[in-house]
Every structure is written in C-alpha cells, then in structure tokens.
C-alpha cells in the first residue's frame, strides 16, 4: 500500500519535484480532472534491476520483425498524452495538468527525458521519466501497437546500463512491468539503493555517443 499525504495546495515547481524524487517521494493525481496531488511513497517500491531485464523469445523476435525506430526526447508532448489517455491499456490516468505542465518544464530543462518508438511518422509507443544523479524515475509508459512500450523499455534499460546509472524506478510494479523483469522491494530497501543512486551522475547521452 502506498504512503500517502494529504492533498497539497502548494505550487507544484520544478525544483520542489527533484527535492522530492532525491528524498524517495513523488506526486499523483486522483484523475486527470482533480486540481488535488498527493505525494505518495509506496511501502513496497517497484524497480526493475539494471542487470535483470528480461527480453523473452516472443519480444526479440517483434523487435527485429518490426520496422519500428526509437527516437529520445523529440516529442515530450505526444509522448504524455500518450501515457494521460484512457484506452485499452488505462481505465483512468493519474496526469492532471498540473503534472503535464511541470514534467513539460523538466523536460525542458533536461531533467525529464522521452524514449518514443516510431512507426514511420506514427507515434506506437513510448514512456517518460525523470534523470537524477544517477537514478532514472520511470513515470508512465503507453503503446498503441503490440511490444511498443517493452521495446521503449528494452532501449532505455540499455541506455541507462550504457550511463552508468544505478537505480531504476518504476514505482508500482505491474504485472506487465513484472514480465520484464520489475519486482517489488521494501521501502527503506529503496532508499538505501536511492541514496547509493545519488552519488553518481548518469550519462543520458553515453548511448548516442557510442552509437554515433
């Protein structure tokens, strides 16, 4: 179950949010409509292992069947009304535009980055999350073609292994995220691996450079 706070009505700011994911903490919306955030800090925190990714048959087989290209941080906008849209994949979505609005700062500034998967000129799949020292806090991920959002995912844990990072975040862990390798530690697990995280910087951009 997660830790929850009452709902804030401080302004949500950039800065506020990284002091926040650096103490282990991070904001939610009820929905997509609610003005309310609360800071949540799950009892049992979801990471996916930098070293246990699991790529299963069926997926290396679409990755090399499919045409698709995974581009970084082109297109922040599309990529989080992505992840904020109901379908398929999402009854509801926790994205408000309080939250659109501040990650769309971070994004500018460097902080929150995209890994987007292309079908030509067609947007499939794709995730976003937020680089700190040398942890990655996945936030929301969404694919509108099937093995979309695992190739998203198989690329940024080879990015993230090629950067030096240590700590990969995903919050929750669901039972798609578990297939990949996520799985569930305690809290203040979590936050010794976060602090170990901290010490060190990771290099987004270490995989364009050794695949230029």
């Not at 609360?38 to 790529?55: H, Q, T």
């Not at 906008?77 to 990650?103: F, Q």
Request: aromatic share 10%; net charge negative; hydrophobic share 40%.
């Amino acid at each position: 179950m997660a830790k929850r706070t009452d709902p804030f009505a401080i302004e949500l700011t950039p800065e506020l949010v990284v002091r926040a994911y650096r103490a282990g903490i991070f904001p939610m919306a009820e929905d997509a409509t609610s003005p309310d955030l609360f800071w949540v800090s799950p009892e049992l925190r979801g990471i996916i292992p930098l070293d246990g990714f699991k790529i299963s048959t069926s997926l290396r087989k679409s990755m090399r069947r499919n045409n698709f290209q995974v581009k970084v941080d082109t297109d922040f906008d599309a990529i989080i009304e992505g992840c904020a849209t109901v379908g398929k994949d999402r009854s509801s979505t926790w994205i408000n535009s309080a939250i659109r609005n501040v990650y769309a700062e971070l994004f500018r500034r460097g902080v929150a980055h995209t890994v987007e998967v292309w079908d030509g000129a067609e947007l499939v799949g794709g995730l976003y999350g937020l680089s700190i020292g040398g942890a990655f806090f996945g936030e929301s991920m969404f694919h509108r073609k099937t093995d979309a959002s695992k190739i998203a995912m198989a690329h940024l844990v080879a990015r993230l292994n090629a950067g030096g990072y240590q700590l990969l975040d995903t919050q929750f862990v669901t039972d798609h995220l578990a297939s990949l390798g996520g799985i569930e530690i305690p809290r203040e697990d979590y936050e010794e691996r976060l602090a170990d995280a901290l010490q060190f910087s990771g290099d987004w951009h270490a995989w364009d450079h050794r695949n230029a």
